[in-house]
C-alpha cells in the first residue's frame, strides 16, 4: 500500500504525502491465540498484503518455504516473524515479537504473542502496550482453554477491543454454521470480561480470505473485513481528558537560573498558569513555562514528553506526581491489585520485592494473598502462593507512600511490577484495584466525651464477643441466649448477626474470599464504633479465616476482644442443616461454602472453646457468661 | 496542538523516545551513546537534544572507528560534536591497529569482529559504561523484532534471548547487579520510513554520503564500492569512475555498497526508498554470512 502510493517528482505532490505520513494515526494491537491457530501466518499476511515484504526477503522465503504449508503465493508466511532460530526449529513462537505495517490510513505495531501454555506472561506483555487484541481460533477447534485463558488476560491488563479472527475457515469448508457457533459461544464467555467492542470476522491467513477484501467462498458473510476494521476503528482512549497526571522523570538542571522538572504527561492537559499539587509534600505551585527545545508550549496534552518550570522553589524530585488540586492521585503505602506472576520463583507474602510505578522506585512487601484466580475457569480459590503464569489479588504494603491511581481510571498510573532484590528479575506486573487505609489522609478528629464516659453511663465495661465457627454450630443461637442474659441484668449489649448484616449493611457483598474479608473488616469496624458508644458486642459470623479475625482484632485496638470458637464437627453441622444451605452446596448451587469448597482455619488461640457438638445451647451460654466476668466485663464501675 | 485530542504517530513515537533517554539518565551511573555517524544516529543525536534540553546531553557519545569509515562521516561527526557540546569519545581497537586488520586483507568477518565487535567491548569495558544506548530498530531484521527496549546483557556483554526480562507498558526494570550492563534503544518502535520522514520533519542534518552525487567507484560483483581514500586496493584491470551514486547505510567504506541512484535531496530519497524492492541490510555485507547471524553476533556482544 505504501509502495503504490501516488507519489510523483513535484513537490507539492510529495509533501502532502509527506504530510499524510507524519500526520498518520497510530494502532498498536497485539495478536493472541493458541498454538498452530495460525497467528504468525496472520501477521505474515498482513505484512505481505501491505507490500512490505521486500525482493530480496521473498526470494529467501520461497527458499525456506520448500516442505511447508503454502499458500497460492508459495510461501509459508509464518517464517517471515519467527525470529529466533530456537523458534524456528520447534515450529514455535516463544517471544513477543514487534512488527510494523502501514496502510494510507494508519501506522500499525503488532505485538505478535505466543500461544503456548507456559508463556502467558509475554502476551501480557503484549497486551500492556496494546490498543487492541486480535483473538485468533482455529476454526476446526472453536474455543479452547487458552482461547479464555488469554482472553482473562486482555481483560485483566485492560484491552478494550477486541477482534474475533476465527482462522482456517478454508479448512471447514466455509461453512458458515461453524462461525456462527464459534462466535455464540465466544461472545458468551466474553460478557463479563470488559470488551468495548467486539467483532468476529471469519477469516484464512494462508489463502487471505475476508483480510483485505470481501471473499467469494463466504457470501454468507457481510460484515467488515479485517484490515478495514483495524484501519477505522476508534480506539483512542481518552487520556486526554482524564485528570492531569504528571510524573517527573528527571530534574533538568543545566545551571543555576534554570530549574524544569522533566517528564511525559501520562494523562490529562497542563497549561501555563495552571496551580498544580505535588502528590508527597501536597504542596502547591504555579506552571509559568512548558520548555521544549522546539520552544516555549501554552499547554502539553498526554504523551507530551516535556519541561516543565514553577513560580517557586519547592523540593521535586524524581518519582514526584503532579496534579490539578481536587483531582489528585491517591497517596498512601497500601493497597489491593491483581498480578500476573512471571517468574518460576513463586510469590509469597511477606518478602520483600522492589516495586516500580512510573518512575517511582520503593521497597515492597505483598501483605496478604487474598486469592487467585483460576484463568481457565475464572473460578477464585484461596491460596499460599502465586506460581508462574498464575493472576491473583493480593494487598501490597510499600515502605513509603506511593502516588497512583486506580488501574480502571488510569492505565499508566495504576499499573506496576515488582522486581526480585537479589536477582533484579522483573517477577510479576500488576494492576492496582483501590488503596487501602484511605483514612490516614484523613485527620483524626478527637472528642471530650469518650468510650470511657460513655461506658460509665451505662455501668459497664464495653467489649467484641466475637464466635467463629461453621454454619449450623450454634453460634447464633449461643449468641442470643447470652443477650438475653445480658439484657435481663440491665446491660447494653448488641448482636451483629452474619445473615442479618448481609441484608443491610453488606448486601452489596458476595461470598468470593475478598468479599468475605471485606465484609468481616466493615463488621471489624462497626463492633468497634458500637464499642466506643459503650456497647457490649456480640459478633456472629462464619468469619473463616484466621487472617480477618487477626484484624478484627486490630481494629478492635484496646477495647476487650475476646474470640469464642464454637467448635462443632462438620458432619453434627450438615446433619443440622437449618437452612438447608450444606444440601445445596453439596448439590453445587453455593460456591465457596465454608466446609464444603470453602476452608475454615480454626483459631490457634481462642479465648474459650464451646463444644456444640456435646454441649447443650443453654450449657454452652452459661459456660461462657461465667467466663465473661473474668474478662470483667460485666462490673458495675 | 492545543487543542488536539491526541499526537499523530510521529509525535507519539518521538515523546516515546525522550522518555526512554531521559529515563537512562536518571536511572543509570555511567550512561554512553554509541553513536555511527549514520541517519539513526543522527535521529538519536536530535532527540537526546530534545530529551535534555536546556542541559546538554549529560553523557558522553560513543564513536567506534575502525580507521576504514568514510572520511566524510568523521569531518560530519566532529562537526556536531562541536555544534551540540557533546562529550565526545572516539575509540579504535589498539590491538587490531597493531596487526594492521583491514577489511582487504582480512575479509569482512574478521574486520568486523576485531574493529567493531571487540573494540566495542573494549571501549564498554574501559568506559565502565552501565547503559550503552543504541540506534538499533525493531523492523531491521528478524530477530531484532524480538529484543527489548531496555536489554539486559550480562557481564560479558552477551545477550541471553530464553531470559530477557518481560517489558510491561512503559516501566522499565532497570536494575543491574555489579558489572552487568543495559542495552538501550529508543528508537526500537520506529521504521525505516519513521525515519526518514521525522530527518524531513524536524530538518536533522545528515551526511552527504545519503545524496546522489558524482562519487569515484569501482563495481565488485553488482555492488558499487566508493574509492574514498588511496588504500584502497584495486583488483588488476579495475579503475575508478565516477557514477551518481548514494549510500543507504554508512559504514566501513569497503564493505559499503552504493546504489546507483539520482536522488539528490531528502524527498527524492524517501520517494526513491518507498519505490525500492530490497531491504536496507542488504547493503550490509556482514549480515549475508548466514542464516540467523545477527543473533549470533547479538549473543556474542555486537550490538
Not at chain 1, 407 to 436: C, E, K, Q, W
Request: glycine fraction near 8%; charge should be neutral.
Amino acid at each position: 500500500m505504501n509502495a503504490s502510493a501516488p507519489i510523483r517528482s513535484a513537490d507539492t505532490d510529495l509533501d502532502l504525502w509527506l504530510a499524510q505520513q507524519t500526520g498518520k494515526g497510530l494502532l498498536r494491537f497485539l495478536t493472541c491465540g493458541s498454538v498452530d491457530d495460525g497467528k504468525s501466518t496472520l501477521i505474515g499476511r498482513l505484512l505481505y498484503d501491505s507490500q512490505l515484504i521486500l525482493d530480496d526477503q521473498l526470494a529467501s522465503l520461497r527458499k525456506e518455504s520448500k516442505n511447508r504449508t503454502v499458500g497460492d503465493e508459495g510461501i509459508d508466511f509464518s517464517l517471515l516473524v519467527d525470529g529466533l532460530a530456537a523458534e524456528r526449529e520447534q515450529g514455535i513462537t516463544i517471544d513477543v515479537a514487534y512488527r510494523f505495517f502501514s496502510t494510507d490510513k494508519r501506522k500499525f505495531i503488532v505485538a505478535d504473542t505466543p500461544g503456548h501454555e507456559q508463556y502467558t506472561r509475554n502476551m501480557a506483555t503484549g497486551a500492556s502496550n496494546a490498543d487492541l487484541a486480535i483473538v485468533l481460533i482455529d476454526a476446526r477447534k472453536g474455543v479452547l482453554t487458552q482461547t479464555r485463558r488469554h482472553s482473562f488476560i486482555l481483560s485483566l491488563i485492560g484491552v478494550k477491543h477486541v477482534v474475533l479472527a476465527v482462522n482456517k475457515i478454508d479448512l471447514v469448508g466455509y461453512d458458515e454454521a461453524v462461525f456462527a457457533g464459534i462466535e455464540t459461544e465466544y461472545r458468551a464467555f466474553a460478557r463479563d470480561l470488559g470488551f468495548e467492542t467486539l467483532a468476529a470476522i471469519p477469516v484464512s491467513a494462508l489463502k487471505g480470505d475476508n483480510i483485505l477484501a470481501p471473499s467469494a467462498q463466504m457470501p454468507w458473510y457481510t460484515g467488515p473485513q479485517l484490515v478495514p476494521y483495524l484501519e477505522t476503528i476508534e480506539v483512542a482512549s481518552d487520556r486526554t481528558s482524564q485528570p492531569l497526571r504528571f510524573p517527573v522523570q528527571w530534574v533538568n538542571r543545566p545551571n543555576l537560573d534554570f530549574r524544569g522538572f522533566s517528564g511525559t504527561v501520562a494523562s490529562g492537559v497542563v497549561k501555563v498558569g495552571d496551580e498544580v499539587l505535588i502528590a508527597a509534600s501536597r504542596k502547591p505551585a504555579v506552571v509559568t513555562r512548558i520548555v521544549t527545545m522546539d520552544g516555549d508550549l501554552e499547554a502539553a496534552i498526554a504523551g507530551q514528553a516535556v519541561t516543565l518550570v514553577l513560580d517557586r522553589e519547592v523540593d521535586i524530585s524524581r518519582g514526584d506526581v503532579l496534579s490539578h488540586p481536587g483531582q489528585t492521585p491517591e497517596y498512601s503505602n497500601q493497597f489491593q491489585a491483581r498480578m500476573v506472576w512471571m517468574s518460576d520463583e513463586s510469590a509469597f507474602p511477606g518478602r520483600s520485592y522492589l516495586l516500580k510505578t512510573g518512575s517511582q522506585l520503593v521497597p515492597a512487601t505483598i501483605t496478604d494473598l487474598k486469592f487467585r484466580t483460576n484463568v481457565n475457569t475464572l473460578e477464585q480459590s484461596p491460596a499460599k502462593t502465586l506460581e508462574l503464569n498464575e493472576v491473583g489479588t493480593l494487598t501490597i504494603a510499600t515502605d513509603k507512600p506511593i502516588a497512583f491511581d486506580a488501574y480502571a481510571s488510569n492505565g499508566l498510573t495504576g499499573a506496576f511490577i515488582l522486581i526480585d532484590r537479589i536477582s533484579n528479575a522483573t517477577l510479576g506486573a500488576g494492576v492496582i484495584d483501590f488503596g487501602l487505609r484511605r483514612a490516614q489522609n484523613l485527620s483524626w478528629q478527637s472528642f471530650d466525651v469518650n468510650r470511657d464516659v460513655r461506658a460509665r453511663m451505662k455501668g459497664q465495661k464495653p467489649a467484641i464477643v466475637w464466635f467463629t465457627g461453621l454454619s449450623g454450630s450454634g453460634k447464633s443461637t449461643v449468641a442470643n441466649l447470652i443477650e438475653k442474659r445480658l439484657a435481663a441484668e440491665g446491660r447494653h449489649a448488641y448482636i451483629l448477626d452474619g445473615d442479618n448484616v448481609r441484608h443491610g449493611l453488606n448486601k452489596d457483598l458476595g461470598f468470593t474470599e475478598d468479599a468475605r474479608v471485606e465484609n468481616i473488616r466493615r463488621v471489624a469496624e462497626v463492633a468497634r464504633l458500637m464499642a466506643d458508644a459503650g456497647l457490649i458486642v456480640i459478633v456472629s459470623f462464619i468469619s473463616p479465616f484466621r487472617n480477618e479475625r487477626r484484624l478484627a482484632r486490630e481494629v478492635a485496638g484496646d477495647v476487650t476482644f475476646a474470640e469464642v470458637y464454637v467448635d462443632t464437627p462438620l458432619a453434627v453441622c450438615e446433619a443440622r442443616d437449618p437452612k438447608g444451605l450444606y444440601a445445596r452446596a453439596r448439590r453445587g448451587e453455593i460456591k465457596n461454602f465454608t466446609g464444603i469448597d470453602s476452608p475454615f482455619e480454626a483459631p490457634e488461640h481462642p479465648e474459650i472453646v464451646l463444644h456444640g457438638a456435646t454441649e447443650t445451647p443453654e450449657q454452652m451460654a452459661e459456660r461462657l457468661y461465667s467466663q465473661m466476668f473474668g474478662w470483667g466485663l460485666g462490673y458495675s464501675i | 496542538m492545543t487543542d488536539a485530542k491526541s499526537l499523530s504517530h510521529l509525535k507519539a513515537l518521538e515523546s516515546e523516545s525522550i522518555e526512554i533517554f531521559r529515563e537512562v539518565a536518571a536511572s543509570f551511573e555511567r550512561p554512553v551513546m554509541m553513536y555511527s555517524i549514520g541517519k539513526d544516529s543522527s535521529v538519536l543525536l536530535h532527540l537526546a537534544r530534545k530529551a535534555f534540553y536546556p542541559s546538554r546531553v549529560p553523557f558522553p557519545i560513543l564513536h567506534i572507528d575502525t580507521t576504514w569509515k568514510f572520511r566524510e562521516m568523521i569531518a560530519f561527526r566532529d562537526r556536531m560534536a562541536r555544534q551540540h557540546d557533546l562529550n565526545l569519545i572516539v575509540h579504535i581497537n589498539p590491538d587490531g591497529l597493531k596487526a594492521g586488520i583491514n577489511p582487504f586483507d582480512h575479509g569482512s568477518a574478521v574486520h568486523t569482529d576485531v574493529m567493531k565487535t571487540q573494540a566495542l567491548r573494549q571501549a564498554l569495558n574501559a568506559g565502565r559504561y552501565d547503559a550503552a544506548i543504541g540506534g538499533a530498530r525493531r523492523d531491521e531484521e528478524k530477530s531484532r523484532a524480538k529484543e527489548r527496549i531496555f536489554s539486559h546483557r550480562n557481564a560479558q556483554h552477551a545477550w541471553d534471548p530464553k531470559n530477557q526480562r518481560p517489558e510491561l507498558w512503559r516501566i522499565f526494570n532497570t536494575r543491574l547487579a555489579p558489572g552487568e550492563s543495559m542495552r538501550v534503544f529508543p528508537i526500537s518502535n520506529w521504521t525505516e520510513l519513521d525515519v526518514w520522514t521525522y530527518i524531513y520533519a524536524e530538518g536533522i542534518e545528515i551526511p552527504d554520503l545519503y545524496f546522489a552525487r558524482k562519487r569515484p567507484v569501482v563495481e565488485r560483483s553488482g555492488t558499487l564500492i566508493m574509492v574514498d581514500d588511496d588504500r584502497f586496493r584495486f583488483e588488476p584491470g579495475e579503475t575508478a569512475r565516477e557514477e551518481m551514486v548514494r549510500f543507504r547505510t554508512l559504514g566501513c567504506y569497503p564493505l559499503s555498497g552504493g546504489i546507483r541512484s539520482t536522488a539528490a535531496d531528502l524527498p527524492s530519497i524517501i520517494m526513491e526508498m518507498q519505490a525500492s524492492r530490497t531491504s536496507e541490510r542488504e547493503g550490509r555485507l556482514i549480515d549475508s554470512d548466514s542464516v540467523g547471524s545477527m543473533e549470533k553476533k547479538k549473543q556474542e556482544g555486537y550490538f
